[in-house]
Antibody, heavy 117, light 109 residues
Framework: QVQLVQSGVEVKPPGASVKVSCKTS????????ISWVRQVPGQGLEWVGW????????NYAQNLQDRVTVTADTSAATVYMELRNLRSDDTAVYYC??????????WGQGTLVIVSS | QTVVTQEPSLTVSPGGTVTLTCASN?????????ANWFQQKPGQAPRSLIY???NKHSWTPARFSGSLLGGKAALTLSGVQPEDEAEYYC?????????FGGGTKLTVL
């Protein structure tokens, strides 16, 4: 069965970087992309970025493109989302979701990133 | 800046029918926006319900359906159940990027 398992809670000071992982299983990694989505506590969903497993093509939300990088490791069937120069308003739950051919279907369990001094 | 708009809140009676909509400030939503719909309950990850405007996942209950309605994407729940009380989000594709709506809080009362 398709599974996306994310890394654990992260606590970082302002200005630091965080790298969240999303380990996939149960499907052909190269044939799908992975989107990252975040949710500030009590607020709505925000799309962050996407990587395609076959070509490593990426797209990013315009308001984050200068600070975020999404990468894929085919051998480990794992996708990473790195966010740099963290600010307090980056405190959120970050989700990965399988995304290909405009179909978003399976989701990870979420990773809480807390930015605090 | 692309903005996707949903009703902030709706209330429906058990057994009733309700339609949630999803509009874009870029113009009328068409099939080329590949609308996806998600349900989220408190403390849980989102759950995918509808993809590419009208298609259901294998786990999507039959009472959920997607469509285009008056220049918007729409999600209709027919025969609403108490467990359908949740936040619902639409997701639209535009210029190679995805944009979420602000969400609709559906109350079943």
């Amino acid at each position: 069965q398709v599974q996306l398992v994310q890394s654990g809670v992260e606590v970082k000071p302002p200005g630091a970087s965080v790298k969240v992982s999303c380990k996939t299983s149960g499907y052909s990694f190269r044939n799908y992309g992975i989107s990252w989505v975040r949710q500030v506590p009590g607020q709505g969903l925000e799309w962050v970025g996407w990587v395609y497993g076959l070509t490593f093509d990426t797209n990013y939300a315009q308001n984050l493109q200068d600070r975020v990088t999404v990468t894929a490791d085919t051998s480990a069937a794992t996708v990473y989302m790195e966010l740099r120069n963290l600010r307090s308003d980056d405190t959120a739950v970050y989700y990965c979701a399988r995304d290909a051919n405009w179909i978003v279907d399976y989701w990870g369990q979420g990773t809480l990133v807390i930015v605090s001094s | 800046q692309t903005v996707v708009t949903q009703e902030p809140s709706l209330t429906v009676s058990p057994g009733g029918t309700v339609t949630l909509t999803c509009a874009s400030n870029t113009g009328a939503v068409s099939s080329g926006y590949y609308a996806n719909w998600f349900q989220q309950k408190p403390g849980q990850a989102p759950r995918s319900l509808i993809y590419t405007t009208t298609n259901k996942h294998s786990w999507t209950p039959a009472r959920f359906s997607g469509s285009l309605l008056g220049g918007k994407a729409a999600l209709t729940l027919s025969g609403v159940q108490p467990e359908d009380e949740a936040e619902y989000y639409c997701l639209l594709y535009y210029n190679r990027l995805w944009f979420f709506g602000g969400g609709t809080k559906l109350t079943v009362l």
